[in-house]
């Protein structure tokens, strides 16, 4: 039993994860292949569309991995290697979409949905807590004219 | 202006409910995406003929309405658009620039041999670069081009017998007209 459980163990430690990058991609300067990766997973496949091209294994995502690091290797900066390829596939590929003037729905409407529900509450505490002060105390001329009431109801 | 303040979730779920409407009409391909080169110049290539003849090169494109259509042997949604490319090609006389991407060039032939061939001219494109230059994504893809040399539409996908009535060739009518 104790064998098996360590065979287990054993096997479950030698389970990496899969990984789309073709060992004959990978570049062999270490730093460039660093920044080759980190790019990567910040850009979108075209083809499977919610996955990042270092996680697929689509052709097209090869291509796209290949054509980064030729960017690298020639000496692009990380900017100028990203925008080659938005040039081509659009602003669609980066997964986390820039902040510019089409994306200030995206990115602010939550703050001021939040915004305008704060108010929404708070304007109605406020009135409910109105609503709940006692009124003022009765002034003398006041008390005068209930107790004089009160007169009138008894006889 | 309080009395119909009552209105306002109501008024908010149509909102909401018409713009979800909009992401589920049917027809609608959420994996379509604008090309990147709309209104923006060509590429610049200089491809092998797959046939005899010159090179076929950005520069030999200039100054016409060009339609390019990226196709392959193995691309099987291909196989449906051919059809409608070889309409057409005889029936409007359209001359449609091939380019086989990424494919063998004894396969493309082959395949043209069977079906017929739609293209006018047909370019190499054996390592894709060209068409990664266009932001392909998917084969077949269709380009239209205009006589300045700038990308108009995208059709991602095979063209059918609708896209073509309804968006291409009108779009073709106008770009030759001015």
Redesign the interface.
């Given at each position: 039993m104790s064998r098996i459980l360590a065979s287990l163990a054993l096997l479950a430690a030698l389970a990496l994860p899969a990984l789309a990058v073709e060992p004959n991609e990978r570049l062999a300067d270490p730093v460039l292949e660093g920044r080759a990766r980190t790019l990567s997973k910040g850009l979108r496949c075209?083809?499977c569309?919610n996955e990042s091209i270092d996680e697929s294994g689509a052709?097209?995502a090869r291509?796209v991995r290949v054509?980064l690091r030729e960017r690298l290797t020639a000496g692009d900066t990380d900017e100028a290697a990203v925008r080659f390829i938005?040039?081509?596939?659009?602003?669609?590929v980066l997964l986390n979409p820039p902040i510019e003037p089409a994306t200030y729905v995206l990115w602010f409407s939550p703050v001021v949905i939040l915004g305008v529900a704060t108010g929404g509450i708070l304007a109605a505490i406020r009135r409910r807590k109105a609503a709940a002060t006692p009124p003022p105390p009765l002034d003398a001329a006041e008390q005068a004219r209930l107790a004089a009431l009160m007169q009138e109801s008894d006889s | 202006m309080r009395k119909t303040l009552y209105l306002l979730p109501l008024v908010l779920f149509l909102a909401v409910a018409s713009y979800f409407a909009a992401g589920l009409r049917p027809g609608r391909d959420p994996h379509e995406l604008p090309s990147a080169l709309i209104d923006k110049a060509l590429p610049a290539f200089d491809l092998p003929a797959l046939n005899e003849g010159p090179n076929i090169t950005t520069d030999s494109l200039k100054g016409q309405v060009v339609v390019i259509n990226f196709f392959a042997s193995w691309c099987v949604p291909c196989k449906l658009e051919h059809p409608v490319l070889m309409r057409l090609s005889t029936k409007e006389k359209l001359p449609i620039i091939g380019i086989a991407y990424k494919d063998a060039v004894e396969d493309s032939r082959k395949e043209l041999a069977k079906g017929g061939n739609p293209y006018a001219r047909i370019g190499v494109d054996r390592k894709g670069a060209v068409g990664f230059d266009f932001g392909v994504y998917g084969v077949p893809e269709t380009y239209v081009v205009d006589k300045s040399g700038h990308i108009r539409k995208r059709f991602v996908g095979p063209l059918n017998a609708d896209s073509v009535e309804k968006e291409l060739l009108p779009l073709l009518r106008e770009l030759t007209r001015s």
């Amino acid at each position: 039993m104790s064998r098996i459980l360590a065979s287990l163990a054993l096997l479950a430690a030698l389970a990496l994860p899969a990984l789309a990058v073709e060992p004959n991609e990978r570049l062999a300067d270490p730093v460039l292949e660093g920044r080759a990766r980190t790019l990567s997973k910040g850009l979108r496949c075209m083809v499977c569309q919610n996955e990042s091209i270092d996680e697929s294994g689509a052709d097209l995502a090869r291509d796209v991995r290949v054509k980064l690091r030729e960017r690298l290797t020639a000496g692009d900066t990380d900017e100028a290697a990203v925008r080659f390829i938005v040039d081509r596939y659009g602003k669609f590929v980066l997964l986390n979409p820039p902040i510019e003037p089409a994306t200030y729905v995206l990115w602010f409407s939550p703050v001021v949905i939040l915004g305008v529900a704060t108010g929404g509450i708070l304007a109605a505490i406020r009135r409910r807590k109105a609503a709940a002060t006692p009124p003022p105390p009765l002034d003398a001329a006041e008390q005068a004219r209930l107790a004089a009431l009160m007169q009138e109801s008894d006889s | 202006m309080r009395k119909t303040l009552y209105l306002l979730p109501l008024v908010l779920f149509l909102a909401v409910a018409s713009y979800f409407a909009a992401g589920l009409r049917p027809g609608r391909d959420p994996h379509e995406l604008p090309s990147a080169l709309i209104d923006k110049a060509l590429p610049a290539f200089d491809l092998p003929a797959l046939n005899e003849g010159p090179n076929i090169t950005t520069d030999s494109l200039k100054g016409q309405v060009v339609v390019i259509n990226f196709f392959a042997s193995w691309c099987v949604p291909c196989k449906l658009e051919h059809p409608v490319l070889m309409r057409l090609s005889t029936k409007e006389k359209l001359p449609i620039i091939g380019i086989a991407y990424k494919d063998a060039v004894e396969d493309s032939r082959k395949e043209l041999a069977k079906g017929g061939n739609p293209y006018a001219r047909i370019g190499v494109d054996r390592k894709g670069a060209v068409g990664f230059d266009f932001g392909v994504y998917g084969v077949p893809e269709t380009y239209v081009v205009d006589k300045s040399g700038h990308i108009r539409k995208r059709f991602v996908g095979p063209l059918n017998a609708d896209s073509v009535e309804k968006e291409l060739l009108p779009l073709l009518r106008e770009l030759t007209r001015s």
